[in-house]
């Protein structure tokens, strides 16, 4: 018996970012989708769950850095399902890139772009099927609200859904051993935007937050 985090939402072991699966009578729903080739686990996990790839309906996408869409294509490819993404990540994911420059000192800077060009190499261009703004509603197997958390990345969408009280704030916030920071650091975008995306989030009272790297975080 695989354990849930809360009920039909589960974490797919194995996976950098972490992905999340969202399932349901009507299918299920990917939230990111790893480092290139973690198709391959997201699909083992989901027969684990007794699911075929066939019952994925959509893959959500938080922001374009590469451990989280790298997968993305594959697994489109494999199941059918649609990609969702918001408008500034979807074209960056389009093209395969990152959407901000990451913030590091000069003579550090030339060696980590190369490195950066070569990982980058091995992720696949997705177009997303559907673009999603601030606000929107998608009834996918629960109803997911769509959050602008820009801060990490210009264009960072969390999906936040109210009846489970799950939000999925990608790398909006980080998880350190239970708790929560916004994104900061060389690889944020801009820390104001972090900071305020955050609080936002928060106001929500989530009872879960289920962020893109590190464990679970109960708020209750
Ligand atoms: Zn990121």
Redo the contacts with the bound molecule.
Sequence with gaps: MIQPIVAGVYRVPGVV?NCYVLTGTDGVDVIDAGLPYSHRQILAFLRRLGREPGAVRQILIT?A?R??VGGAAALRAATGARVVAGPLEGAAMSEARETRRIGLPGPMRGAFEAASTLLFARVTPVAPDTAVNDGDELIGVARLRVLHTPG??PGHMSYFAPDLGVLFAG?SLRSFGGRLRASFGA?TDNEVQAQESAWRQLTLNPEVILA?HGTPVWTK
Excluded: E, I, L, S
């Design positions: 970012a922001h850095d451990d989280h990490h990345t790398d690889n893109g």
